[in-house]
């Protein structure tokens, strides 16, 4: 038996509510398989009871997120629409709060959590020493690690940025790379500098790192260090061994605060070879200090159809070991 719900949307809302060519309704309806539809000064919600309710809460908490005057987009309703109803309040809550805020990029454009799984990795940060962060492609790891670490550094809680990843080749051989040291590990380093470029500019961060006070590097360069008061970045450590995460680990000084990024389903490490990533977490896992925050497929929020790729992938690797 279809129901029929009407809901009052502010007119300069409407354009963000629904989307380009109504991309974000029809989203809506094909989820929920509900119809939509804006008559007079309604929106019109038809469809089975629990499809219309469900529908509604969803308008109602995008509605909130649009009238701080954030864009909503495809991403935005897509995880809007994967969550409960206890998870949906929460989540507008989160985006309509100012002291979810990091910063800002070059081109004004904010930076804050975007999923409940974003906003606990980044409390994590604020509020621990160490912070581990897993999950796959696209959930901001390091992205937010990064904003976190220029933040803080323009804030002047911590007097340099450490961003360092171990150079190991993603299946692929690059054979002899030409050029001096630096030239040979930047495309291990590229996607930190992409980062760095976005947040902070390019001039800012080339004047920052000849004085020093920025440092990008293969973690190599770690070893016999002690790095005090300092933001360090550890990406990518699926890809460092027992030996090497234990090193990096014990170079912390006092003043520091560390993020350890990685995603234990893309390891390039040799067959047979153990994570330092998977170690510490067995390791560590009792110590009040360290942090380990777990991002999901939900939290994925590059386009949409990664958030699909990483589920039917995660899908697939469940059902090949079922049957190992």
């Known amino acids: 038996m279809k129901t029929e719900k009407n809901m009052s949307i502010p007119q300069e809302h409407l354009s963000n509510l ?7 309704i029809k989203q809506i309806e094909n989820t929920l398989h509900v119809d939509v539809v804006y008559r007079g000064d309604e929106v019109h919600i ?15 908490q995008l509605l909130r997120i649009s009238m701080t005057h954030t864009e909503i987009t ?11 109803e206890k998870e949906l309040t929460a989540f507008a809550d989160a985006a ?19 999923t409940l799984g974003q906003k606990k990795y980044v409390d994590a940060i604020r509020n621990h020493m160490i912070v581990f962060g897993s999950g796959p492609a696209g959930t901001g790891k390091t992205y937010l690690a990064i904003a976190m670490a220029v933040t803080a550094f323009q804030k002047e809680e911590v007097q340099r940025i450490i961003l360092t990843r171990p150079a190991i080749e993603a299946g692929e051989k690059l054979g002899f790379l030409p050029g001096d040291l630096q030239q040979k590990i930047d495309p291990y380093l590229r996607p930190l500098y992409d980062a760095l470029y976005q947040i902070m ?6 004047r920052n790192m000849e004085k020093g006070l920025i440092e990008v590097a293969p973690l190599a360069y770690m070893r016999g260090r002690t790095l005090d008061n300092s933001f360090i970045i550890l990406d990518e450590a699926q ?27 893309q390891k390039d490490l040799a067959p047979g070879t153990k994570s330092g990533l998977d170690v510490a ?29 990483v589920n039917a992938y995660e899908e697939y690797e469940k059902k090949t070991e079922r049957r190992r």
């Open 46 to 60: 038809t469809g089975e009871p629990n499809c219309v309710n469900a529908a509604e809460k969803v308008l109602t």
């Open 18 to 24: 629904f989307g380009e060519l109504d991309r974000n």
């Open 96 to 114: 309509v709060s100012v002291d979810d805020l990091i910063c800002h990029t070059i081109t004004g454009k904010p930076v804050k959590p975007k």
């Open 239 to 265: 890809n460092t061994t027992p030996a090497q995460m234990k090193m990096f680990l014990t170079r912390i000084g006092f003043g520091s605060k560390v993020v350890v990024t990685g995603d234990a389903s």
């Open 201 to 206: 500019g390019q001039e800012s961060f080339q």
């Open 74 to 84: 495809a991403q935005n309703v897509d995880y809007a629409l994967s969550l409960t």
């Open 281 to 309: 977490r067995r390791v560590l896992s009792k110590v009040k200090e360290i942090s380990f925050i777990d991002l999901t497929g939900k939290d994925v929020v590059r386009h949409p159809l990664v958030q699909k790729i």
